[in-house]
């Protein structure tokens, strides 16, 4: 049967990855995390005390990450850090590592070499644009600013972490214009994107919905 990539982009809280994972599982394909990714990169970035005007000394941290993924989450030069790449502090500064083109260049060449085989799910804010433009299913995820603030503030309960919904969807809502707007590879829809706007969504409608959009791309011709 014919392997494809799948590509889901989109903001925060929309339920990108939970979706994105299920959708890897009823495909029994790889699921690639890749906001996760910059997501350690920010927590090693903050780790280490990196300026980030210095682009010397981002260089020599991004030559000393390596970055894979295990059955717990991501994994960071050899130690899990899942829970510690979850935090306010790592949200509040992601976009501004995200927006370094080194950062970029060096995450988006090691997302390129994970699906060369195919067979993947990635998601992110880029994938269908710059990472897989050649993707074979493009999803674009939205859903109303108020809905996603409330869904990340109980994915940081769940997590022991408890943060004001104010603050939460502030942050929210900074990422999305501080993605969108960014010079290098901005948070924006693919021409030939699918958009599903989640916030009236069950989890398991929209899994359903991407399962049978990727069963329809897997068949064709």
């Known amino acids: ?69 295990d059955r717990e989450g991501v994994v960071l030069n050899g130690h899990g850090v899942e829970g510690k790449i ?17 950062v970029r260049r060096v995450l988006v060449e090691q997302q390129q070499k994970i699906g060369e085989g195919k067979g993947v799910v990635m998601d992110g804010r880029d994938i269908g644009t710059v990472v897989f433009p050649q993707a074979d299913l493009k999803v674009f995820m939205t859903a109303d600013a108020d809905i996603r603030a409330r869904r990340r503030m109980l994915e ?13 969807k502030h942050n929210l809502l ?12 901005p948070l924006k829809m693919a021409e030939d994107a699918v958009e599903i706007d989640t916030s009236n969504l069950t989890m398991e409608d929209q899994v359903k919905r991407i399962v049978d959009l990727a069963k329809e791309r897997i068949h064709e011709g």
């Open 1 to 69: 049967m014919k392997r494809i990539v799948i590509a889901l982009d989109g903001f925060s809280g929309t339920g990108k990855s939970s979706t994105a994972k299920q959708v890897a599982e009823k495909l029994s394909y790889q699921y690639i995390d890749s906001g996760a990714m910059y997501r350690a990169v920010t927590h090693l970035f903050i780790e280490k005390k990196v300026d980030l005007t210095d682009t010397k000394s981002i260089e020599a941290c991004l030559d000393d990450c390596e970055i894979t993924f």
């Open 86 to 102: 979850r935090t306010m502090e790592v949200n509040k500064k992601v976009s501004a590592v995200s927006a370094i083109s080194m």
């Open 156 to 168: 940081l309960q769940s997590k022991g972490i408890e943060e004001d919904i104010e603050v939460i």
């Open 174 to 185: 900074q990422r999305d214009q501080a993605d969108s707007t960014r010079e290098d590879s």
